[in-house]
């Protein structure tokens, strides 16, 4: 069975950091790309970054290229995203998501995510 698992959300002042992790369950991270996603309130889901399944080259947003850093651990089955200087507008819930770049619903299978909150 596909699961995907997020966790290290929190609260976090402008320009703070965050690391975010997937754990994936059902398959295996060099066999199927997986991304990240993300949606704040009443916005649809935006895809942000995903990782190369085969070479593991990242490709990011524009809106958090810089600023974020992909990367995984294929021996624990585990996704990362680094957050780094954090804007009010990274706000939302943030998904780990078993496909490449994605728009809305297509983003999906998805885990049950985690939230960043960055004010002030």
């Known amino acids: 069975e596909v699961q995907l698992v997020e966790s290290g959300g929190g609260s976090v002042q402008p320009g703070g950091s965050l690391r975010l992790s997937c754990i994936v369950y059902?398959?295996?991270?060099?066999?199927?790309?997986v991304s990240w996603v993300r949606q704040a309130p009443g916005q649809e889901l935006e895809w942000i970054s995903f990782?190369?399944?085969?070479?593991?080259?990242?490709f990011y947003s524009d809106s958090v290229k810089g600023r974020f850093t992909i990367s995984r651990d294929n021996t624990k089955n585990t996704l990362y995203l680094q957050l780094n200087s954090l804007k009010t507008e990274d706000t939302g819930m943030y998904y780990c998501?078993?496909?490449?770049?994605?728009?809305?619903?297509?983003?999906?299978?998805r885990g049950q995510g985690t939230q960043v909150t960055v004010s002030s």
């Open positions: 998501a078993k496909t490449g770049v994605c728009r809305g619903d297509f983003c999906s299978p």
């Open positions: 990782i190369n399944k085969d070479t593991g080259a990242p």
């Open positions: 059902g398959f295996n991270l060099k066999q199927h790309a």
